[in-house]
């Protein structure tokens, strides 16, 4: 159980184009969602929480115009990377927030690897 | 804002020993949880073993196990009987413990652990 997918694997865009990256957790309900980004050889970076029919809340020093973050259902958040750079290229983790019992655990995506041109 | 310390890039431990990896972190909470967390070559992050801050125990998860030392913010993680398959980046991270439980992790920055067959 407590089973998270990312779609893309990996994606490829030309600098100026916007990708979308969804996260789904498979088995079970996620109220809350969290967006990561890491970069090579380097840890996790938190970027947003998403919640489940609320607008996302950002971390300092990132652009919420830039990185578009929608949480429609309680099994699906979706990141949209707009106008995408260089600068850009990272790997997406996103996290899904489920309690099992008492206690609440974050479960990974396997992540997303996003190279732009 | 809370951070967490990995002073250890890189361990290097042969199969079937121990070895001890080091965190220390900085918060002005009372009520955390901390978290280990491994991520092997494929990117995905599998969690090895979590510590509620109100507890004295220290929690263990089969050769897994932590030193919890809250008023010196200290947080190793132990490695028993190594084996192959532990060899992985591990990231300590923090969360402050919320009602809603809806805030992101902040990780360390990781430690390259290399198992010496």
């Known amino acids: 159980g407590a089973v998270v997918s990312q779609h893309p694997s990996r994606v490829i865009c030309k600098s100026g184009t916007s990708v979308k990256i969804e996260c789904r957790s498979l088995d079970f309900q996620a109220t809350t969602m969290f967006w990561y980004r890491q970069f090579p050889k380097q840890s996790l970076m938190l970027m947003a929480t998403s919640n489940e029919g609320s607008k996302a809340t950002y971390e300092q020093g990132v652009e919420k115009d830039k990185f578009l973050i929608n949480h429609a259902s309680l099994t699906l958040s979706t990141l949209t990377v707009t106008s995408a750079h260089p600068e850009d290229s990272s790997f997406y983790i996103c996290?899904?927030?489920?309690?099992?019992?008492?206690?609440?655990?974050?479960?990974f995506g396997p992540g997303t690897r996003l190279t732009v041109l | 804002a809370q951070t967490v310390t990995q002073s250890q890039p890189e361990m290097s431990v042969q199969e079937a020993e121990t070895v001890t990896l080091s965190c220390t972190y900085d918060?002005?909470?009372?009520?955390?949880?901390l978290f280990w967390y491994k991520q092997p070559p494929s990117r995905q992050m599998i969690l090895v073993i979590r510590?509620?801050?109100?507890?004295?125990q220290n929690a263990t998860e089969n050769r897994f196990s932590v030193n919890f030392q809250k008023a010196a913010k200290s947080f190793s993680l132990k490695i028993s009987d190594s084996q192959l398959g532990d060899a992985a980046m591990y990231f300590c991270a923090y969360r402050v413990y919320s009602g809603g439980g809806a805030d992101g992790l902040t990780f360390g920055k990781g430690t390259h652990l290399i198992i010496q067959p």
């Open positions: 996290s899904a927030r489920t309690r099992l019992g008492s206690t609440d655990t974050q479960y």
């Open positions: 918060t002005s909470e009372s009520d955390y949880y």
């Open positions: 510590q509620e801050a109100y507890k004295q």
